[in-house]
Each structure stands twice: as structure tokens, then as C-alpha cells.
């Protein structure tokens, strides 16, 4: 419940001197979009797994949902959070190339809120866009803030679209082909982009307007993709991380898995569950996954039953930010 007047805030700050330009209509507007877009999200999600449970036959996927052990269950979320810590110094290094002088206990504490608002307002608009605005408001640097945060999701991308294009490539035979040809070139085209993050930096100045603002926002990242090169190496490591949270899962279940085929299939599953089509990756994971373990030799019980565990656990993990939600002071829109 107090997730929306989070998000309210995260509103209010960018039109609070200027309220009355703002009127009525427009900031209705604004308070439906989220919910909109949540509803949309989660709706496709639970319409895609009811698909799935209706075409494999719900009975067998609930009874392997049963046969998950808690301290298994637990483990995984456990390390789950623990990568998440992992992120929250991967923020505090981009956030140090900008120079914003915050000490780590405080990224931790606004990167734990923007987890937890994400399980009720996912992207941009929920946990980022919130922890942009504690951070900015804490040292009145929004702007930098905010590019802070656009880096983070960047580099978390480069890191899960280049090791999941090796592990394609290194484990071809495991990967059906319709998979293993655009998560390649997708890393391909991810280790081109970094490369050229210098060029593009020059480009967008000449670019119209709109483009122009947005570069100029993150600009201060693109002639330093080699300093951002650690914060990639950590994304490389969280992805490692959610393997084995996976694998955890999978023992839970009584599955005799090895951790490799983890390490192929849950990165390349996470490219497709990171387009935001559903809420968190529902559905879209579990399709990855019937794609991906099937063709290992797992059941389609199996490969369904591991998605929605992982939700679940994600979705625990995540609520855990409701302590520094709550213990932690909105900064002022304005120094004292």
C-alpha cells in the first residue's frame, strides 16, 4: 500500500515548482500510466502461463511446485538478495565516475526501495525512476542521478547479452538454433555498441534535439567505456549468480542437473525475459525455458515448474526492500 505514494513522489518532484502550469487532467493522466502499463504487463504474464499450464496440463506442474524443499527454496533467495547487494555496487562504482558523494549504506538503501517498488510498478517509471530521485534529491544532483541509473540498466544489459552470446556460442550444440542465432548476434551487436560508445557520444551532439537530450543526459559514460568495464564485470557475475540460484531451485525439486547447463541456459532465458512485455519475465521465461532445458533432456513439468519458482523467489527477494522503504528518510526537493 505504500508503494503508490512512492511513486507519487517520484511524480510530484520534476513539476513541483511549477504546479499550477501542470492543471488537473494532466497529472491524472500520469497517476493511470503506471497502472496501466502494470496491468498490461502482468496480464500478458498470466496469460501466457495459463496457456502453457492448459497445453503441458496443470497437474503435473503443481505437483512439481510441491515437491520443492524450503531450505532449498530459501537458499536461492538468499543469494538472490546477495546479487542484488552485488548491483548495488555496481551503481555506487558508475555513481562514483560522476563524482556524487554518497556512501555505499545509502545506494544500498535506495537501490533496496527501487527492488521493492518494482514488485508493484516495474522499469522506468517504478523502482528506477525512484531511486534516481532519492539519490538526486539526497545531493541535489538529479540529473546525474538519473544518468547514474540509465548506466546501471546499460551495463547490466552488455553484461547479460555478452555472456549469454558465449555461452551460446561456446555450448552450440545445446542450444536449438532458433535460439542460439539471435542471442549471438545480439551479443555481437552489444560488444559493437560498447565499442563505439565514444563515436556515438560525438554523433549525438549532431543529432535532432530530442535524441540530443537524451545523449547528453548519460554523455558523461560514453567516452569512458573502459572505466566501465568493472561495473560490466560485475554484471557478468550477478548473471553467474542467478545460475546458480536456479540450480539451487532445481536440486529443490530433486533434479540432477548439472550447474553448466545453468550457466547456458538461464543467461540466454534472461535476454528474452528482459523485454518488457511482462511483468518480471512471467511467461517469457517459462517459454525460454521449455525451449532451452527441454532440448537438455528436463521435462516440460520440469522447465515450467523452475519459471514460476524463480518468480516466486524473485518476488520474495524483492519485498525484503520494504525494510529500507521504510526506515529510510525521502530526502528534501531541496538542501536545508
Not at 517469457?284 to 518468480?311: C, Q, V
Request: proline fraction near 7%; charge should be positive; glycine fraction near 10%.
Amino acid at each position: 500500500m505504500q508503494a503508490e505514494p512512492a511513486a507519487g513522489q517520484a511524480r510530484t518532484s520534476p513539476g513541483a515548482p511549477t504546479p499550477d502550469l501542470a492543471g488537473a487532467p494532466p497529472r491524472a493522466k500520469q497517476r493511470r500510466h503506471p497502472v496501466f502499463g502494470f496491468a498490461l504487463r502482468i496480464g500478458a504474464g498470466a496469460a501466457i502461463v495459463a496457456l502453457l499450464l492448459w497445453h503441458y496440463d496443470a497437474r503435473p506442474i503443481l505437483h512439481q511446485l510441491a515437491r520443492e524443499r524450503l531450505g532449498f527454496f530459501c537458499a536461492a533467495i538468499a543469494l538472490y538478495v546477495g546479487g542484488q547487494v552485488m548491483s548495488t555496487f555496481r551503481w555506487q562504482l558508475l555513481g562514483s565516475l560522476l563524482a556524487i558523494p554518497s556512501p555505499f549504506i545509502e545506494y544500498l538503501a535506495y537501490y533496496f526501495i527501487g527492488m521493492f517498488t518494482n514488485v508493484f510498478v516495474p522499469g522506468l517509471v517504478g523502482g528506477d525512476a525512484l531511486r534516481a530521485l532519492y539519490l538526486g534529491r539526497r545531493h541535489q544532483r538529479l540529473g546525474e542521478a538519473v544518468a547514474s541509473v540509465i548506466a546501471d540498466r546499460g551495463v547490466g544489459m552488455v553484461g547479460l547479452f555478452w555472456l549469454s552470446a558465449a555461452a551460446a556460442a561456446g555450448l552450440s550444440a545445446a542450444v536449438p538454433p532458433a535460439v542460439r542465432g539471435p542471442t549471438i548476434a545480439v551479443g555481437v551487436l552489444a560488444l559493437v555498441g560498447y565499442a563505439a560508445l565514444p563515436l556515438v557520444a560525438k554523433l549525438a551532439r549532431r543529432m535532432p534535439e530530442r535524441i540530443a537530450a537524451v545523449a547528453l543526459t548519460v554523455e558523461p559514460y560514453l567516452g569512458r567505456p573502459m572505466a566501465m568495464l568493472p561495473a560490466v564485470g560485475l554484471s557478468v557475475a550477478l548473471q553467474l549468480s542467478l545460475a546458480v540460484c536456479q540450480w539451487l531451485l532445481a536440486r529443490g525439486l530433486g533434479l540432477d542437473a548439472p550447474l553448466a547447463l545453468f550457466v547456458l541456459c538461464v543467461p540466454i532465458a534472461n535476454v528474452f525475459a528482459s523485454l518488457p512485455l511482462t511483468l518480471n519475465g512471467l511467461g517469457l521465461r517459462e517459454t525460454a525455458y521449455l525451449m532451452l532445458f527441454a532440448k537438455a533432456g528436463l521435462g516440460h513439468s520440469d522447465a515450467i515448474a523452475l519459471g514460476l519458482l524463480w518468480f516466486a523467489a524473485t518476488a520474495l527477494g524483492n519485498l525484503t526492500g520494504v525494510i529500507a522503504f521504510v526506515l529510510t528518510e525521502t530526502p528534501p526537493l531541496r538542501a536545508s
